[in-house]
């Protein structure tokens, strides 16, 4: 029992460790994410359990030797670490206050402080697992493409408690790499909250690799928006006010949708309509698609080799065009919608290099806000789970989006929001 107690508080601490000073090498990234991924948003919680299976292992004879004192030294020292973990995760309200702060003024009127969120409840981010509450109503799998394939339908959200009218509307976009992913899957903590505040909803399925070749992904986000400028307003939306989000790859796609407004390449059959959108909220996603060392060439030869295999299905020496056309930092413009860019400082899956650089060039040309929010200690899809971390980021997303809707409407009130939901009962998992 000792040595067993021993073993589990080393790989304990080892997960922590890898929260702090994440491996960057592959095949190392997953395991480095996975463990910073848990031990950065689930901290606290890491602590009880932890703390409760010590007491077991100790009542199981754990401290009848030495390996079992070196556990649980190993374990006070973990201890210590997730603390400061969780600490950080707190101090995410801080850094994104501080992002807003540099875009706030009189024609851009973000909050001057955060929100205090209305969906993430205490009890919420201490379960974590985010579930929607039975207040919030959802409209499941419409086909936005009317051709039946079962990759191009959508979900819509909306408050069931005040039913919206021209509500402002965010579309979201899961990532998984281009090749995995469902709708159903991501982005819930804000599309909660984004509800909760009187947003309609949306989130999207599109085609997926190595069945799909690029640019079938952004041509179905397109399809997408195209849709719900038509038709939103049969759901209480306004399709004059529509944001994108999206995490990962969903954050290359919902940021290379906001730059590509118009572009027939993108919007074959549908080269008319519109699918410009009014603000875009990018989760550590891919900015660069190319093989150069500020692009994909930081991430090792893995992600080139992967795209040119699996999603381009083409090499980029044979057609470097086609990789700079589906890299969001080659398609920056002056006119631009408001940007507000989220990453981790410990992101091991997209390195949050790529992040500053295509917020540095962005900000060189738009005439439009960019918000940039890089958060210490943060690995990749910080915002999966109902974390404190999350909540900040939910909360900011929110207040910058406000912003954005009060910046469209300067000669009159801003779209109507309906009332924080009231309701706090629980339904099903998002």
């Known amino acids: 029992m000792p040595y067993a107690f021993l073993i589990v508080t080393l790989v304990g601490a080892l997960g922590v460790a890898l929260a702090y000073r994440p491996i960057r ?182 085609r997926l690799s190595p069945k799909a070749t690029w640019p079938d992904h952004i041509v179905d986000a397109k399809r997408a928006v195209a849709w719900v400028k038509e038709h939103i307003a049969e759901y209480g939306g306004d399709p004059s006010f529509v944001a994108v989000s999206g995490g990962s790859a969903g954050g290359h796609l919902c940021a290379l949708l906001a730059l590509s407004a118009g572009d027939p390449a993108f919007q074959p059959g549908f080269e008319g309509a519109d699918t410009a959108v009014q603000a875009c909220v990018p989760f550590y996603g891919v900015m660069d698609m190319t093989g150069s060392p500020e692009g994909s060439g930081r991430f090792g030869p893995g992600l080139l080799e992967m795209l040119e295999r699996t999603v381009m299905k083409t090499k980029e020496s044979e057609h470097p065009e086609l990789f700079r056309q589906a890299s969001p930092t080659f398609r920056v413009r002056p006119d631009a919608p408001p940007f507000f860019v989220l990453h981790g400082a410990n992101d091991t899956l997209v390195p949050v290099e790529t992040a500053r650089t295509f917020v540095e060039r962005l900000r060189s040309v738009s005439r439009e806000p960019v918000a940039y929010a890089e958060l210490p200690l943060a690995q990749h899809a910080f915002d999966v789970l109902a974390s404190l971390r999350c909540q900040a980021t939910t909360s900011a997303v929110a207040d910058f989006l406000q912003g954005a809707l009060m910046a469209a409407t300067p000669d009159g009130d801003p779209i109507a929001t309906a009332a924080p939901i009231a309701s706090d009962v629980e339904s099903e998992t998002g």
């Open 25 to 206: 090498r592959e095949p190392f990234t997953i395991v480095s994410f996975v463990s910073g991924w848990v031990a950065g948003e689930l901290a606290f919680q890491n602590i009880i359990w932890q703390m409760i299976a010590t007491a077991i292992f100790i009542w199981l004879g754990a401290l009848h030797g030495w390996p079992g004192w070196l556990g649980l030294a190993v374990a006070v020292v973990a201890w210590v670490g997730l603390l400061g973990l969780g600490i950080s995760g707190r101090r995410a309200a801080a850094v994104t206050a501080a992002a807003l702060s540099e875009v706030r003024s009189d024609a851009y009127p973000v909050p001057t402080e955060p929100t205090a969120p209305t969906w993430g409840r205490w009890w919420r981010v201490t379960r974590a697992v985010p579930f929607r509450s039975r207040a919030i109503h959802t409209t499941r799998n419409i086909d936005y493409w009317g051709d039946g394939i079962r990759r191009h339908r959508l979900d819509v959200y909306h408050s069931r408690l005040a039913p919206p009218e021209k509500a402002p509307v965010m579309v979201y976009i899961h990532g998984g790499a281009w090749i995995i992913g469902e709708k159903r899957e991501q982005g819930k903590p804000m599309m909660y909250e984004l509800v909760a505040r009187g947003w309609v909803c949306i989130a999207i399925n599109y």
